[in-house]
């Protein structure tokens, strides 16, 4: 289905009051009114809530969490910075795992499987995931989804069907 995704996003921010909680300030800026993207709506909105509520819990009710929309020709970028505990470099290589956990992060509740799933939503709708962190400093995740994510399951087949259907004219 087709949606906005920057009301979209500014919907779940508000009505999930992830910021509240802890007294977040949410800072939401973005180039762009509006955009209208092809994607799994369902998956999306799991992903955000889930860096979302990452950020927020892993830093201080008094900082600010910033979420941030580009545009850029066919796919749009979503950037979600916390100013928290930041990952320690040394396991910053081993964040997607199932069930890992940074050792800095052990006195805060969490099964760590939440960026796991994330990371599996955000290929299924074609679009990669990443993050840039300081330790005690802060942490940047973005997503990269394809605007129009097409359905791809069988170009080879269908790229053998025009050849034999082409050979078959001549
Ligand atoms: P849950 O499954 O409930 O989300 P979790 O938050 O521990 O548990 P993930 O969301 O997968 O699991 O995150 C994995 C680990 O990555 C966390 O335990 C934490 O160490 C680190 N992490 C994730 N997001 C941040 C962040 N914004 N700032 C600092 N560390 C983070
Ligand atoms: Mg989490």
Redesign the pocket.
Known sequence: EDFDIVYFTKTIIEENKIGLKKGHKICFSTTIKSLFVHLDIKLLRHIII?LL???S???EGNTTIGFNIVHNQDKVLIQIT?Q????PEEEQGR?FERF???K??NNIE???????IAKHYTELMGGTIGYK?RLNVG?T?WIELPIENRIMRFPFIEKQKVKFFNEKNI
């Open positions: 889930n509520s990452n950020a819990k892993y830093s916390d928290g505990i930041g990952i964040l890992f956990r940074a800095n992060a969490g099964t760590g499987l939440g960026l796991n962190s942490t995740f």
